[in-house]
Structure formats: C-alpha cells, structure tokens
C-alpha cells in the first residue's frame, strides 16, 4: 500500500506538531494548567504570537504567561481560546489587514498558523525592522526526498511546481501544495530575518485540543476494547509530539535566542507502533486485543494509512523517513517529552469531554462497523 506522496500530504494538511529549566504546567484535558509551579525565565519577553488561539497557540500563550512573559496575539478573532486575561488581542488578517501591528516592537514573533507564504512575505515587511528574532513554525512535510531512515534538517525541500503564482495562491487551494507552501514560506522567513529566524518543523502534532482526531481515534478505540485492527507489524515506525511540549519548547527557544532549522518531534528515538498502542491499553486500563493486519491485506480492503488508521504510514522505500527524521538538534536544544501515557490519559478525557455526537463522530479512524467488516475478512481468510 504505497502511499502516494501528494495524497499523503493532503491528509496531512487537513487531518488538517519539556522540562529544561524544572517545574512545567502540566495543562489539563479541558486546557487548565494543573500545576502552577513554573519557574520564571531568565528575562521577561515582549512576545507576538500570531495566531494563539489554535490548537498549539493556547499552550504557548498560558506557558509563556506563566514564565512571566508579556503577551500579545493577533488573530481574526473568531475562535475563541481561554486564554490569560493579561494577552493582549490584536485583531487583523494575514491576507490584508495587519494595521494593528503598525508601529509596535516585540522581542520575538511567533508565526503558528501561516500557510500562504504570502502571509510571512507581508508580515515580514512590516515585522522585519519590529523584532529580534522570529519564530516559524512549519513541517516535515517540506521534504522532497522522505527515502533517507534519519533524515535531517538539511535534507532538501520541495520546490513549488504549481501554475498559479504561489503568492497570489488562494486559501482554498493551499491544501494541495502544503508542503511545498511552508518550505516556501521557510525561505521568505529566512529572507526577511536573516540570521534571525528559527525555522520548527514538527511532525504529527496530538494531545488535547487536536480537531483533527489523528491521534485521538487510538486512546478512544482502545478505551471501548473488543478486538482492534492493529496495522501491519507492531515493529512500524512512529512519531510524534504532544502539543504542550512543542509550545513550551517553542517559547524557550525565544528566550534562548535560538536560531536555525529545528525537527520538533519525537521521542528520541522512533517508538514502534506496538510500543505506542500497548502504552495506551496500559495507560488506560484497556482489556482490548490487537490484532495486527499485515499492510497488503489493508491495501486489499482499501484501509488507508494515516487516515483510516492513524499515526501509521506504510512500509515502503518511499515512506522510510516520514517516522524516522532525527531530532538531535532538537535535543540538544532541550526539547523533551512528556510520557506516552500521560498523552492517551489527557486526549481520551479531552474527548469524553466533548459532546456525545462529536464523540461519535471521530475526523479520522475507521468506524466501528468498517473496522468489524475488515477484521472479518482478514479472519475468514485465515480460517
């Protein structure tokens, strides 16, 4: 089941991205920090995130509030996030409308939603002279060779191919050119902040708060036990970050000053899709059985990687490096992570927390009847 790399990347842009000083908040499923231990950064900051009130933003906003910086974030202000009542909401568009960042100075910007490269362009001329350093946070879909088991950040990236100039690219057709639009969008970062910006590409980024259910559907599958459509081997690749550590990471990278391209995903190692859905039962308390479907079998059934069975990729040649890129420039700048469990445990009662046909209603995954319908095949062929 060789996944096509155009269609994996659609999936990957609809579907929809640490401890290093001590103490950390631990931030509960319904977005409220646990803990208030967190020891203060060395110099308060002056921060811009654009964005905030997404899926990573209200993370970085409550921690970088916590560690005593002054925040502001500049969104269109149509979701709403519970966010600190000292954020500052500054209201605009990317695509026209940045009036009210006029004549302002930040220490560091923080740039989480962009996916038109246009965007950084325009934020970039007025920001360029605004800010000591920015921060873009893009994603390891900008590579054009995923062949290499351990690829790094200097592995080349895609180049646009597009007909439409990708700077007059509208909203409703970035999907298809996600990655090539953030490697874009890396270059204009590095154009109008030279030596100055740090480049974050995470992997698939999960935990509470995730809209896209890509690494929901396992903590809430496994939690309804019964026999599970496990795919492939339980040797397969994985990775992946909680959202709270790529903010909290993301906000000490400002305040070190740290520039450069960083992977932001994890753990250190790749953990094995085995290890991954056995940490969850654990985590859970879950009596569920897995029953591992070899991935040609899947293809038979048109059971689709990364969609129909998330945070899993096929094992092909062209595959090899999307579950395996190495974060040892990361770690060396104090990314960690919390554990496996600690994620399944938050993400299954974010989901219990959401109405019952949301719940039911899962944005990735197979359905129950689907899931039955494969397993029965695959048990009727081995008698």
């Known amino acids: 089941m060789s996944t096509n790399r155009r269609d994996f990347l659609k999936l990957a842009a609809t579907g929809g991205g640490a401890l290093g000083f001590g103490l950390v908040p631990r931030v509960g499923a319904l977005g409220a920090p646990e803990l208030a231990e967190v020891p203060p950064a060395p110099t308060p900051l002056n921060l811009l995130i654009l964005g905030g009130t997404g899926f990573t933003g209200p993370h970085q906003v409550r921690y970088a509030v916590a560690r005593g910086h002054k925040v502001a974030v500049f969104n269109r202000g149509r979701r709403e996030a519970d966010l600190p009542e000292s954020v500052e909401h500054l209201i605009g568009d ?28 325009l934020s970039g001329k007025l920001l360029k002279d605004a800010c000591n350093s920015y921060i873009f946070i893009s994603t390891i879909s900008v590579y054009a060779n995923t062949t290499v088991v351990g690829m790094d950040e200097t592995t080349p990236v ?22 090539e639009l ?43 036990g019964g026999e599970v459509l496990a795919p492939n ?5 994985t990775q992946m970050i909680d ?34 859905l056995n940490g969850i039962k654990t985590a859970l308390g879950s009596s ?14 048109n059971v ?63 359905k129950p009847e689907r899931e039955a319908e494969v397993l029965a095949a695959w048990h009727a062929k081995n008698g």
Do not use: C
């Open 94 to 121: 990317r695509n026209n409308d940045l009036k009210s960042l006029e004549g302002r100075e930040w220490d560091v910007v923080i740039d989480n939603p962009t996916t038109l490269p246009n965007w950084v362009r």
């Open 233 to 237: 081997t339980p040797n397969d690749p």
């Open 304 to 366: 689709r990687p990364w969609g129909d069975l998330p945070v899993w990729v096929t094992q092909e040649p062209d595959n090899a490096g999307f579950m395996t890129v190495s974060v040892a420039r990361a770690a060396a700048k104090g990314i960690t992570y919390r554990p496996l469990e600690l994620t399944a445990r938050d993400t299954l009662a974010f989901h219990q927390s959401r109405p019952a046909d949301r719940q039911q209603a899962l944005r990735a995954g197979l």
């Open 158 to 179: 895609l180049e646009y191919k597009g007909e439409q100039d990708a700077f007059t690219l509208p909203i409703e057709s970035a999907g298809q050119f996600y990655g």
């Open 288 to 301: 569920a059985t897995l029953t591992w479907v070899p991935q040609e079998f899947l293809r038979e059934q």
């Open 243 to 276: 959202a709270r550590d790529l903010a909290e990471w993301t906000i000490r990278m400002a305040e070190q000053g740290d520039v450069g391209v960083y992977h932001a995903t994890g753990p250190e190692r790749p953990r094995p899709m085995g290890e991954m």
């Open 182 to 224: 953030k490697a874009l969008s890396e270059r204009e970062a590095a154009y109008w902040f030279p030596g100055r910006a740090a480049i974050i590409r995470p992997g698939l980024i999960v935990g509470p708060g995730d809209a896209s259910d890509r690494f929901t559907y396992w903590p809430a599958r496994i939690a309804r």
